[in-house]
């Protein structure tokens, strides 16, 4: 019988000592061409930037960049094991090696760039923090705003840039931190508090959703600045070369005009433009120098168009969120969206 | 002594294996150990406390003690355990005082009272503390707006924001009320032993309670008009957007609260009204032969002897009550968890942060159960 114990508490041992092996930090392409599926870290559900279709597929502004990567690197944009994540478990997922890559509308900032450990591969999303308020308050500013009850959707660094703002401007405030949305909005709508306050993209769908908009302004004051956009492990550069030019080429790609229409007519041979050539691998190397197929450009534009067509589809002015392009227009048409050039 | 003698002799024998064993759990414990911390090195997870030092920039509606968006980390987790346990103390209160009378008025011969705490009972324990938490936010969210707030001769006002109260201004000699009201209590005890000791003796009871609660109350009452109201109070009164000055208590709180004393007072009500039937029922008779109105046999005879039953369980609905307060989190409520959300996603450290919560609700657990086992020693039988 003791016998019998120690026999199990030896074998026990030897399977903890082997699951006590930490994950080997050898190359993230390599890892992600064995196991044939690139593992992505989204949001559990934010309309426009990951929700499910009515197929039950998982869709969306923040999505389709994992699925562009997907494409770019196996050469199939469904070859993808969606983890879904918190704003608390986002960070340790990343961490642990979970997920490969990070595409939750997550702020870059200092402090997750360099003391987390991670690589920020780009802007994906310009926000900014701003408020909303009716109009009845007779306040044109949020700078008016000193004695007021602010409700704020937490989980972002919401709580901190309205602590800044107040700081700076000496406002004095009753601060009402909301976990989800849905409640923030209810507690708004009641007037437990006279103005909300969250990321612009999401102000204006909140207000669109109001049945009274029109008795509600969206203030001028933009508080933060919130460049969203994926980001992965630190130590592994070529993983992140590689995220970081899929990226890049999604943007270049709606600068150059190549759609998911004829993105496979222009890689057929070799166009006019030399750049278009360079970027969907008729003309160079560029491929290889990523560690990628000569084609994976083409892969990651044929997945779900260029960043034009992705921000249309989900989030643009014809969806339920109705967002302008503003801050996220190419630069050449007013906004500051600028990728490095293809050479 | 022969070797052999360590597999022949079956004592021997049994220590060797209680020994071998013991080393090999040590291993296996060291083995984990060692490769966790190894695994979250390299993961890069774990970079310790020193976060707690850095400023936390975001600011806490509900306050203890003082603290702004300068303040630390480690000083916003203190101002949300104290929240914590600001509605877990009143929580439990409320909770102890609901599930006694429950349970009594439950044992009740009215029938229309019975049945009413019956029904309390089921649906309140029935229904999942998250939603009854969301409802009572609600209705509190229903009160009437700031605008429209319902005011108590403009001193006293509510609304969806909270319930505001004018606070104390202290001024010269309001020690000196304090001191009377120490003296008051002091007094109490004094005339509550004399009390007994001439009750031990006679036989002739004296009502203390009324008599305490005169000293009390009066004695602090008679300094405070004598030195012409050195406390004075300072109203509310209404701003631009919310009124002004005085102390709120906050609708998150009230909701909290109210769900969380209610939740577990059906709980307690079930546990007080099973203490009471383990009582037998000889002793209720006795008492009834010895002229005990039922009032008294109830709180001289059954309770005394029902505790015992009671306070192990209840234990355990106060050790709930406090950690389903980390439901706050859905309402709003700036408890520990809400602040430690906070903390967590701006610094980064998650395991630090939960490592935290399971201390603080760890500690806080083990002193509610070391308090309340003192207390059940103390009521238990002595058998002589």
Known sequence: ?343 | MRVSRLWTDARARGLVFQVLLLLGLAFVIAVIVVNTTENLQRAGLASGYGFLFDTAAFDINQRLIEYDSTSSYGRAFVVGGLNTILVAVLGIIAATGIGFIAGVLRLSNNYLISRIVAVYVEFTRNVPLLLQIIFWWIIMLTLPRVRDSISIGETVFLNNRGIRIPSPVFENGSSIIFLAIAAGLIGTIIVARWARARQDATGQRFPVGWVGLTVVVGLPLAVYFLLGRPIGLEAPVRGTFNLKGGGNVTPELTALWLALSTYTGAFISEIVRAGILSVSKGQTEAAGALGFRPGLTMRLITLPQALRVIIPPLTSQYLNLTKNSSLAVAIGYQDLVSIGDTILNQSGQALEVISIYMIVYLSLSLITSAFMNWYNARIALVER
């Not at chain 1, 049945?211 to 070529?238: F, N, T």
């Open chain 1, 1 to 343: 019988m003791r016998l019998k114990i120690l026999a199990h508490a030896a074998v026990v041992t030897g399977m903890l000592v082997m699951v006590g092996t930490a994950p080997s930090q050898s190359a993230t392409l390599d890892d992600v061409r064995a196991a044939g599926e690139l593992k992505c870290g989204i949001n559990t559900g934010l309309a426009g930037f990951a929700h499910t279709d009515d197929q039950g597929n998982w869709t969306g502004f923040d999505v389709a960049y994992c699925r562009a990567l997907a494409a770019a690197v196996l050469g199939d944009s469904s070859k993808i094991k969606f983890v879904h994540l918190t704003g608390k478990t986002r960070f340790p997922a990343l961490q642990s090696g979970e997920i490969d890559v990070l595409s939750r509308n997550t702020t870059w900032t200092l402090s997750r760039d360099v003391d987390l450990g991670f690589t920020f591969i780009g802007v994906n999303y310009y926000d900014g923090q701003g408020f909303i308020g009716r109009k009845s308050l007779g306040v044109m500013s949020a700078k008016e705003l000193s004695g007021a009850s602010i409700c704020i959707q937490t989980g972002t660094t919401t709580e901190l840039n309205l602590a800044d703002f107040a700081r700076t401007n000496n406002i004095d405030y009753e601060p009402v931190p909301i976990e989800t949305n849905a409640e923030a909005r209810a507690a708004y709508e009641a007037e437990r508090c006279d103005v909300y306050t969250t990321d612009a993209s999401g102000l204006a769908a909140t207000k669109a959703t109001f049945e009274d908009a029109d008795q509600h302004m969206v203030y001028p004051e933009i508080v933060s600045k919130e460049p969203l956009g994926p980001l992965v492990r630190q130590g592994d550069d070529q993983w992140a070369d590689i995220a970081r030019w899929v990226l890049n080429a999604l943007i270049i790609a709606e600068e150059l005009g190549v759609t998911q229409a004829n993105v496979e007519e222009m890689a057929a041979g070799k166009t006019d433009n030399p750049e278009v050539n360079r970027m969907l691998g008729t003309e160079g190397s560029y491929g290889e120098m990523l560690g990628l197929d000569a084609r994976w450009a083409v892969q990651a534009i044929a997945a779900e168009g260029n960043y034009a067509e992705i921000f249309d589809r989900y989030i643009g002015p014809d969806t339920k969120l109705g967002l302008g392009r503003g801050l996220n227009a190419l630069y050449k048409d007013g906004g500051i969206l600028y990728a490095p050039p293809f050479r």
